[in-house]
């Protein structure tokens, strides 16, 4: 294992700083260990003429989005540019919003304690998206995939990324273009204090993808009908880039920050980016790394390491290493659920006992069955019996686990409150996608009517609240 060293980001790397990325991200006391939550919203203008609502546009609708946002609550423009110099990104306090390929708004939130500030934080976001949004007509959908828009409708961003990814991956899978222009997620972001704890909490993060994308399956519809899946998001993923995504067998076996670099080595860039334009480049990370890139200008390029830490935010597995520990199986949900997914993580993931349990539970699958696992849990959610009964014995133990932390908001309650909105959904039967399927329907249509229940069905924010 190399000590932790630390290079300039545009100076060349070797193949022997590679793991450097991760025995830097470590931090060796766990009571220092930080939460950080991520929750991306899909926009909808809403007419007032009666006619029907539809995605937002960058000009006329995501633009103001973030120019009242910066003059009414003080964030400010990040360091990231459009093509034509477009803001595309906010910060403020260690926290950003960014832009999905799809006009879809994502906080990322800043490394915080526990998850009642977590709760306050999105909270916040919520008042502040909502402040702006009236003005200008729009409302923000948390639905793990666009309920009735058609990708045809939905605008592109202004991204110099998002131009290489849109030509390279229908290459690679049929859904590619679904993933980034009608895709909505929550994710959750831990920390580890050494190599062998990074190992032990990869595992069992990739352990409970299947739990996780059943918990907060969130996307039954396509264009207007049901899909005949709790998460059609999930279903999406499994047809982008098999390079990329999916759950990696070495999570179950042998795992060592090595095995993920070498993972990681051998997936193909989408591109290389120097002086802010993104040049397309299909090679490995490890042929980069070997033989350089030659420019259009004919300028040799060297493998750098802003490079990998940008290839390593392009890979996209259910558990992430970038170099936090990432939970990427749940669908976008709304302010009820938003929350349980970093207090379940952080019970599972923080808590020694509480994890070895819950390994226990999880460990008896082979690798073939876990995908199996993965894929039942995309098509039933917490329909399936064998799922429902694992999310109840996972959220039994995030229970004790959050009640013994004791870590109480200004009412004395613990972060176990955070997961009290998924009981009933595990004693039902039920995730968040059958609840909104038995409101309104299997085929609700895309009409005006339609998207305007579509609309309050997910809502998150802005014009068009609940019934």
């Known amino acids: 294992m190399s000590p932790k060293r630390h290079r300039f980001p545009d100076e060349p790397i070797t193949r022997d700083e590679l793991c450097d990325a991760f025995v830097n991200a470590e931090r060796s006391d766990p009571s220092s260990h930080l939460i950080g939550t991520e929750l991306e919203k899909a926009g909808v203008y809403m007419p007032s003429d009666g006619s029907p609502p539809r995605p937002v546009s960058y000009d006329e609708h995501v633009l103001p989005t973030l120019q009242a946002l910066v003059k009414q609550f003080g964030w400010a423009h990040g360091a ?38 977590t709760c306050a934080e999105f909270s916040q976001h919520y008042d502040e998206l909502h402040a702006v949004s009236g003005p200008l007509s729009l409302a923000w959908m948390t639905a793990g995939h666009h309920p009735w828009a058609t990708r045809d409708e939905i605008h592109w961003m202004p991204k110099g990324r998002y131009q290489v990814m849109r030509a390279y991956l229908p290459t690679r899978g049929s859904r590619g273009l679904d993933m980034m222009l009608r ?82 080595l051998d997936v193909p860039m989408f591109f290389v980016k120097r002086s802010g334009r993104f040049h397309p480049h299909h090679q490995t990370f490890r042929h980069f790394l070997e033989h350089g890139f030659s420019a ?101 133990l995030a229970r004790r686990a959050l009640d013994a932390a004791d870590i109480r908001d200004d009412k004395g309650r613990t972060e176990a409150r955070f997961i009290d909105r998924l009981e009933p959904l595990v004693d039902q039967g039920h995730s968040p996608a059958h609840e909104v399927l038995d409101a309104l329907g299997e085929a609700p249509g895309r009409d005006a009517d339609a998207r305007r229940a579509f609309v309050r069905a997910f809502h998150f924010a802005g014009v068009a609240g609940p019934d």
């Open 80 to 117: 990231d540019r459009g093509p034509n110099d477009e803001i595309i990104d906010l910060v403020r306090d260690g926290a950003s919003i960014t832009l999905e390929p799809g006009g879809q708004l994502e906080l990322s939130g800043a490394p915080l304690r526990n998850v009642h500030q």
């Open 183 to 264: 895709t909505c997620t929550v994710q959750a972001n831990f920390d580890y204090a050494s190599e062998s704890q990074c190992a032990e909490r990869f595992r069992l993060a990739n352990a409970m993808a299947p739990v996780l994308t059943a918990l907060f399956a969130n996307s039954p519809y396509v264009e207007g009908r049901s899909a005949g899946v709790a998460s059609v998001r999930s279903q999406v993923w499994l047809d982008v880039d098999p390079d990329r995504c999916g759950v990696p067998r070495f999570a179950f076996e042998d795992f060592s920050y090595e095995r993920y670099v070498d993972w990681a």
């Open 296 to 396: 259009p200008d004919g300028e040799q390029h060297h493998a750098t390491h802003r490079d990998w830490f940008l290839h390593l935010s392009t890979v996209f597995p259910e558990v992430r290493l970038k170099p936090h520990l990432e939970l990427r199986s749940a669908d976008a949900v709304g302010s009820r659920y938003v929350c349980a997914l970093p207090a379940l993580g952080k019970a599972l993931l923080y808590d020694d006992d509480a994890g070895g349990e819950a390994w226990e539970r999880l460990s008896g699958f082979r690798y073939e069955e876990r995908l199996d696992l993965w894929k039942e849990a995309i098509e039933h959610g917490l329909r399936s019996p064998r799922l429902r009964e694992l999310a109840r014995a996972l959220l039994d």
